[in-house]
């Protein structure tokens, strides 16, 4: 069980560092139109697209693991519960949302709550037929 937790943890980390480093990327990178959507100091869409990435990452491990049921648990840990979990951010989707919102930025708030949430269960279930391809017959 303490490998688990391990395997979490190492995740977790490995995922937060590259949310993190995604978001000073794009935040520094980012189209002119899109840059003045700021909530928190920083560019809301990369979190959209950090969200978006990892949505789609998900559907295709849970396609894969569907079709391949080998896969060590603890990998799983790593990769899904930890790094996806830790990469994703359901919080800062919804404060910058809500920040957006209070700036009287309405449009750009329902076009990132739209985009992020329509977009992100549409990539899920790509990815999942991506990942059932990818594993072959099962």
Not at 24 to 31: E, H, I, Q
Not at 36 to 64: P, Y
Not at 87 to 114: I, N, P, Q, W
Request: hydrophobic letters at 55%; one cysteine or more; proline letters at 1%.
């Amino acid at each position: 069980m303490w490998l688990h937790a391990v395997a979490v943890g190492v995740g977790g980390a490995l995922g937060a560092l590259a949310r993190h480093g995604v978001l000073l990327a794009m935040s520094r990178s980012g189209p002119e139109g899109l840059r003045g959507a700021r909530a928190a100091g920083h560019w809301v869409w990369a979190t959209c697209v950090i969200n978006l990435v990892g949505c789609l990452a998900l559907g295709i491990l849970v396609g894969w693991f569907q079709r391949q049921s080998a896969m060590d648990e603890r990998w799983k840990a790593l990769v899904v519960t930890g790094f996806l979990g830790a990469f994703t951010t359901f919080s800062t989707f919804a404060g910058d949302a809500v920040r957006l919102g209070d700036e009287k930025d309405m449009a750009s708030a329902l076009a990132y709550v739209l985009a992020t949430v329509i977009g992100g269960i549409a990539l899920c279930i790509a990815g999942i037929a991506l990942g059932r391809v990818a594993a072959g017959p099962g």
